[in-house]
């Protein structure tokens, strides 16, 4: 699955522009969260001061973190990935997020599985650290398939269990794009209507920026060897969640052969496709982030196959033709967010 790395530029349109008596200036937050970045562009509201919700937003990005991260030990998905076959009293960010692992997980038919956290360490992009693996045995990888599968994972009467006390979860495909739904949710609480939250690539748009304009992002070209700003398409969404997802930075390799951190829950190895980049715009941030990673978990059909059957929510895939170019393949509704 990932830890996948999300890829978007985000670029805004600044002119001057009048305040009305309840709307002020459009402002900036900033910082390091869940191991990369985060930013909050909003036009603020009388009587609420920018330490305010600077104030909120790190007590959301903390409370994400220290439910879910897998980083920390004393995290509550750390606790249940250290053998403990119960955990009572599920949080309610958790058990959100849970539901809709639960959801994907089922709409694309397993191929996002939030269980495999133990092939991702095997294969070197854990927690652990990024390690090349050089020498494997399938009959290990046979092993560890033996306790994956989200359905042995269920949360009833308050309670988180499995069926494998060596089953771990990784919720990385959506913490970032939950934290983010959060973060907006709170913001539009506060009055603001004009917002953009960016948490590592995830991204969350609402109303206009101060060119009175939606909101504009930019899908990165998917190469390693291509800067940050080097755009493959522009996009402009409104009231949508935005993530990406490829394997193009994250991978190593081994005797020629390419190993990306996506891997295939069915059969435990790295799963290989031609699909470079998967950018899914979505209602919520956590939904767009999640099926990101189902499409990268899936070939080039089947990935839009599954987004054509979700209501309002498009894709667009960026992927590598027979001889080595890149196209693009885009759900019918994807068209009407680019930027011409």
Not at 44 to 51: D, Y
Not at 137 to 158: A, P
Not at 171 to 176: D, G, N, R, V
Not at 281 to 294: C, Q, R
């Amino acid at each position: 699955m990932r830890f996948i790395l999300f890829f978007i530029f985000l670029t805004s349109f600044f002119s001057c522009k009048e305040s009305s008596s309840k709307l002020t200036a459009y402002d900036v937050i900033q910082g390091e969260t869940m191991g990369t970045y985060y930013r909050v562009s909003y036009q603020g509201v009388e009587g609420v001061n920018k330490e305010k919700i600077n104030s909120i937003v790190d007590s959301i990005l903390f409370i994400v973190n220290d439910e879910m991260s897998t980083y920390i030990d004393s995290s509550y998905i750390g606790k249940f990935n250290s053998n403990e076959e119960l955990l009572e009293g599920v949080p309610i960010h958790f058990t959100t997020v849970f539901n809709t692992a639960k959801k994907v997980y089922k709409s694309s038919k397993g191929s996002f599985d939030p269980t495999i956290m133990p092939l991702v360490n095997f294969w070197g992009f854990g927690y652990s650290g990024k390690v090349a693996k050089e020498n494997w045995d399938s009959t290990e990888v046979k092993q560890i398939l033996d306790f994956v599968g989200f359905d042995k994972v269920s949360i009833s009467n308050n309670k988180l269990t499995k069926e494998d006390s060596r089953m771990q979860l990784d919720f990385s495909a959506l913490a970032k794009g939950y934290a983010v739904d959060v973060v907006a949710a709170e913001l539009n609480d506060l009055g603001i209507q004009n917002m953009l939250v960016d948490i590592g690539g995830d991204g969350y748009a609402q109303g206009k920026n101060e060119a009175d304009k939606n909101w504009s992002f930019g899908i990165n070209i998917p190469d390693p060897n291509a800067g940050y700003r080097e755009i493959f398409v522009a996009l402009q969404i409104d009231k949508k969640g935005l993530a990406t997802s490829g394997n193009y930075r994250n991978y190593y390799e081994v005797d020629g052969d390419l190993y990306g951190h996506t891997i295939n829950a069915k059969t435990g190895f790295p799963f290989k496709s031609n699909v470079l980049s998967a950018s899914i715009i979505a209602n919520t941030g956590m939904e767009a982030d999640a099926l990101a990673t189902a499409c990268m978990a899936s070939n080039l059909d089947e990935g839009i196959s599954l987004i054509e059957g979700l209501p309002e929510t498009e894709a667009y895939l960026i992927f590598e033709d027979s001889e080595g170019n890149m196209k693009e393949k885009y759900t019918s509704g994807f068209k009407a967010y680019i930027l011409e």
